[in-house]
């Protein structure tokens, strides 16, 4: 796709920055563009109206339009980070699905339930219909207590995680030549690893060091969980890495022709005389360097600007930045009778031609294992 016409100002209003993040994320592959123009509406609505920190947010804004930019101009880095938060692998959307994939799914059997019913029962009644008894503050526990740290990871499905975490691992073992996975590899699933057997007085370790303990491997551990989607996007990220983008309703739109003036003006550019007498040349050449081109949209037109870099992203490089997105990302399902999960991962397609008959003769009167077979 071709690249903007226009080079990008230094600075813009808020709204006028707000319309061109949604036009350029209409240029984006249609697999995940609905997912970074809601990002783009939900940041500007929440901080609409009383944002204390509205220079942060305008100045992040303004590298996102220039992130958004090189993508679409053939940045092959920057398309890459923008289809990981499409599809949930780093950004907001994957904190979002790991909020919802470590609550608990509820009881497990008919015996769980009666439990959790009795306890709410009890609870319930103990506080009565007076309010909590003396010395007891609202929430029921005596006054002055201060409430238990480090107890987050005790409101998560552990089960569920250590058996994600079991599979990822497992995984990552089977993927390590054909794909690298963003921060640190799943290394062990031992809630206890950091526990010590005894403290320094040979006594077992108080439940306040446990609980830390415990809860700082969870923190770890919760970083590098990839969470699963859903069945319909799983498929569709596996046959986006099959090559659907090249076709159909999932291929890259063509960027709009820019307005022309009606009036021809006049082709050569005033020259920025006021930035050089004030300003080191490198400062003022910034924008135009090779490397920032993409971002920027302005071009060295000097005698050593270079050739201009490519605009495009091949189907090709799209077909294996998908297939590498489709191996970090799990599909789950639950079986109905046992109430265990199963994860499924996405695999490397084999692009291996299929052999000839004149290869195939080479095999032939020989085992798997190129052992010659009796004579029949």
Same mark, same amino acid.
């Given at each position: 796709?071709?690249?903007?016409?226009?080079?990008?100002?230094?600075?813009?209003?808020?709204?006028?920055?707000?319309?061109?993040?949604?036009?350029?994320?209409?240029?984006?592959?249609?697999?995940?563009?609905?997912?970074?123009?809601?990002?783009?509406?939900?940041?500007?609505?929440?901080?609409?109206?009383?944002?204390?920190?509205?220079?942060?947010?305008?100045?992040?804004?303004?590298?996102?339009?220039?992130?958004?930019?090189?993508?679409?101009?053939?940045?092959?880095?920057?398309?890459?980070?923008?289809?990981?938060?499409?599809?949930?692998?780093?950004?907001?959307?994957?904190?979002?699905?790991?909020?919802?994939?470590?609550?608990?799914?509820?009881?497990?059997?008919?015996?769980?339930?009666?439990?959790?019913?009795?306890?709410?029962?009890?609870?319930?009644?103990?506080?009565?219909?007076?309010?909590?008894?003396?010395?007891?503050?609202?929430?029921?526990?005596?006054?002055?207590?201060?409430?238990?740290?480090?107890?987050?990871?005790?409101?998560?499905?552990?089960?569920?995680?250590?058996?994600?975490?079991?599979?990822?691992?497992?995984?990552?073992?089977?993927?390590?030549?054909?794909?690298?996975?963003?921060?640190?590899?799943?290394?062990?699933?031992?809630?206890?690893?950091?526990?010590?057997?005894?403290?320094?007085?040979?006594?077992?370790?108080?439940? /306040?060091?446990?609980?830390?303990?415990?809860?700082?491997?969870?923190?770890?551990?919760? +970083?590098?969980?990839?969470?699963?989607?859903?069945?319909?996007?799983?498929?569709?990220?596996?046959?986006?890495?099959?090559?659907?983008?090249?076709?159909?309703?999932?291929?890259?739109?063509?960027?709009?022709? /820019?307005?022309?003036?009606?009036?021809?003006?006049?082709?050569?550019?005033?020259?920025?005389?006021?930035?050089?007498?004030?300003?080191?040349?490198?400062?003022?050449?910034?924008?135009?360097?090779?490397?920032?081109?993409?971002?920027?949209?302005?071009?060295?037109?000097?005698?050593?600007?270079?050739?201009?870099?490519?605009?495009?992203?091949?189907?090709?490089?799209? %077909?294996?930045?998908?297939?590498?997105?489709?191996?970090?990302?799990?599909?789950?399902?639950? +079986?109905?009778?046992?109430?265990?999960?199963?994860?499924?991962?996405?695999?490397?397609?084999?692009?291996?031609?299929?052999?000839?008959?004149?290869?195939?003769?080479?095999?032939?009167?020989?085992?798997? %294992?190129?052992?010659?077979?009796?004579?029949?």
């Amino acid at each position: 796709m071709p690249a903007p016409a226009y080079p990008l100002p230094s600075s813009l209003p808020p709204l006028h920055l707000y319309r061109h993040l949604l036009r350029e994320s209409s240029y984006l592959p249609p697999a995940f563009r609905a997912t970074i123009a809601l990002t783009i509406r939900d940041r500007f609505h929440r901080n609409r109206k009383h944002d204390a920190r509205a220079k942060a947010h305008l100045s992040r804004a303004l590298s996102a339009l220039r992130g958004l930019r090189a993508a679409n101009s053939g940045d092959k880095n920057a398309m890459a980070g923008l289809i990981s938060k499409g599809f949930a692998r780093t950004g907001s959307r994957r904190r979002e699905l790991m909020a919802q994939f470590v609550k608990p799914q509820g009881p497990n059997d008919s015996r769980a339930l009666e439990a959790l019913l009795d306890r709410a029962a009890s609870s319930s009644t103990a506080k009565g219909a007076t309010g909590p008894a003396a010395g007891e503050t609202a929430c029921g526990a005596p006054q002055g207590s201060r409430k238990p740290r480090n107890v987050f990871f005790q409101k998560w499905d552990q089960p569920k995680l250590l058996q994600m975490l079991q599979s990822q691992k497992q995984h990552q073992k089977d993927t390590k030549g054909t794909t690298s996975w963003p921060g640190t590899a799943v290394k062990g699933t031992d809630e206890d690893q950091f526990v010590p057997k005894l403290n320094i007085w040979g006594n077992p370790p108080a439940e /306040s060091l446990v609980r830390a303990k415990r809860a700082h491997w969870w923190r770890r551990s919760a +970083d590098k969980i990839m969470p699963p989607l859903g069945k319909g996007e799983w498929d569709l990220l596996g046959r986006l890495s099959s090559g659907a983008q090249d076709r159909g309703e999932w291929a890259i739109p063509e960027r709009r022709h /820019s307005a022309k003036p009606l009036v021809a003006q006049g082709s050569l550019r005033a020259f920025d005389w006021e930035g050089y007498a004030t300003k080191p040349a490198a400062v003022v050449e910034r924008e135009q360097s090779r490397s920032r081109q993409r971002r920027s949209g302005r071009k060295d037109t000097g005698p050593y600007g270079g050739r201009e870099r490519s605009q495009a992203a091949s189907s090709r490089w799209f %077909r294996r930045a998908y297939s590498r997105t489709w191996q970090l990302t799990p599909s789950v399902s639950q +079986d109905p009778n046992t109430l265990r999960y199963s994860f499924a991962w996405g695999t490397a397609q084999s692009r291996l031609p299929a052999a000839t008959k004149a290869q195939l003769e080479i095999f032939e009167g020989v085992d798997q %294992r190129g052992h010659k077979l009796p004579a029949s």
